[in-house]
């Protein structure tokens, strides 16, 4: 078992803290694993009587989902005025889970963690509850350093792999049976399309959904606009208003299958409204094209290393300078890195251009060419890192 070591750096000082500790990422990204090891290192300073945990994928815990039920069965288990630490997965499940948190939290001594396989589970009542008084973090599939922990081979080989396969944790119980770990994959997505989109936000026409959703798939990592989108579904006979587009890119977005990125004016300081990105959650996931068009691999490069940034805690945009777009911007700490994500730099065209990028960019901050080249191109105080370096940086 990979010990999610990133994320638990993060969480750890706040193990206890009266903040509620909220973890959200698409299902299947190793989230209830995480709260396992969350558990594991909370008992070197506690017994297993101070620690409530329960989750809601499991069918033993269905009769909990009711506010009340759930309340009742935590109280239940708190016998004395000590710490205690309540761990509740998936807890979007619950029906207004929202005050059974708060009301543990107001009451009791207790370190509270939850996880959600969606992206609002902070828009709406809860935080109103709360008031500020938690702290979120997205937990990301497994980046390509955390499967170099346990996958041995070439470095590249495995590289290649998570180009075509990604990072859902459990998709690697199957090795490398393709058959299986397509199934998998398909499964996932299923899920999250049946259980996090349709259900739970109540669309009533599927079918548009999974062309808006196929549109996506087919075009992750690619200058967005609302026309195309339209421009497609009408090409297949069915007819759709720019707000329809908007209202189902929004319960889309809620289920963490794709991330918006937004473009940023390097010049004039500004977000943007158009012409955003939106990057898939996990490259397996793009599977359910069944082997329909080309292997992008430019497209699969920059959304890996989009959601390597991601998953490093980095707010990202997408650069405008001038005529020129930069990949990625990305901040942290008050400190930016501009950076290129290229399959391959195969010709001086491709060199100038991913390079010529940060002219005219005249601020300090670090400026970075990433690509699969193992020689290095860098040059006027803008750096060349190889990707595989790139991506293992964060295991060192």
Excluded at 21 to 28: A, C, P, S, T, W
Excluded at 47 to 72: A, G, M, P, Q
Excluded at 235 to 248: D, F, G, K, L
Excluded at 250 to 277: C, N, P, W
């Amino acid at each position: 078992m990979v010990k999610r070591e990133k994320y638990l750096k993060r969480i750890r000082p706040f193990y206890d803290d009266d903040l509620v500790k909220v973890l959200v990422g698409i299902r299947r990204a190793g989230k209830s694993v995480l709260l396992g090891q969350i558990v594991e290192e909370l008992l070197e300073k506690t017994d297993r009587e101070h620690i409530i945990k329960l989750d809601f994928e499991f069918l033993e815990h269905s009769e909990l989902r009711d506010k009340n039920k759930l309340n009742e069965y935590i109280e239940s288990k708190i016998k004395d005025n000590g710490k205690y630490y309540i761990l509740i997965d998936e807890v979007q499940e619950v029906n207004e889970y929202e005050l059974v948190v708060n009301s543990l939290r107001a009451k009791h001594k207790a370190s509270i963690f939850i996880t959600g396989s969606n992206a609002h589970l902070l828009s709406g009542e809860l935080a109103t509850y709360l008031s500020g008084r938690y702290l979120q973090f997205y937990i990301a599939p497994f980046s390509f350093s955390e499967i170099c922990e346990f996958k041995e081979g070439d470095r590249y080989e495995i590289f290649n792999d998570y180009l075509v396969y990604g990072g859902l944790p459990q998709r690697f119980d199957y090795g490398d049976d393709a058959s299986k770990i397509k199934k998998y994959l398909h499964d996932v997505y299923n899920s999250i399309v049946l259980r996090d989109i349709i259900h739970r936000s109540k669309i009533s026409n599927e079918d548009l959904l999974n062309r808006i959703i196929m549109y996506l798939v087919e075009n992750t990592g690619c200058i967005f606009s609302a026309n195309k989108i339209i421009n497609f579904v009408n090409s297949q006979r069915r007819e759709i208003s720019p707000n329809t587009v908007y209202n189902y890119l929004a319960v889309i977005m809620k289920s963490l299958l794709f991330s918006k990125v937004e473009r940023y004016d390097i010049k004039g300081k500004q977000v943007l409204e158009t012409l955003e990105k939106y990057y898939i959650a996990d490259l397996g996931l793009l599977q359910v094209r069944g082997g329909v068009g080309a292997f992008n691999y430019g497209a699969r490069f920059e959304t890996v290393i989009y959601n390597e940034l991601l998953s490093r805690d980095y707010q990202v945009f997408i650069g405008k300078n001038k005529e020129k777009e930069v990949d990625f911007i990305a901040t942290k700490d008050n400190v930016k890195k501009y950076i290129q994500a290229s399959y391959k730099l195969d010709s001086d065209s491709a060199i100038e251009r991913e390079f010529g990028v940060f002219e005219n960019i005249r601020d300090n901050f670090e400026k970075i060419v990433v690509s699969m080249d193992k020689i290095d191109f860098s040059r006027n105080g803008i750096k060349h890192v190889n990707a595989i370096d790139f991506l293992l940086e964060d295991s060192k």
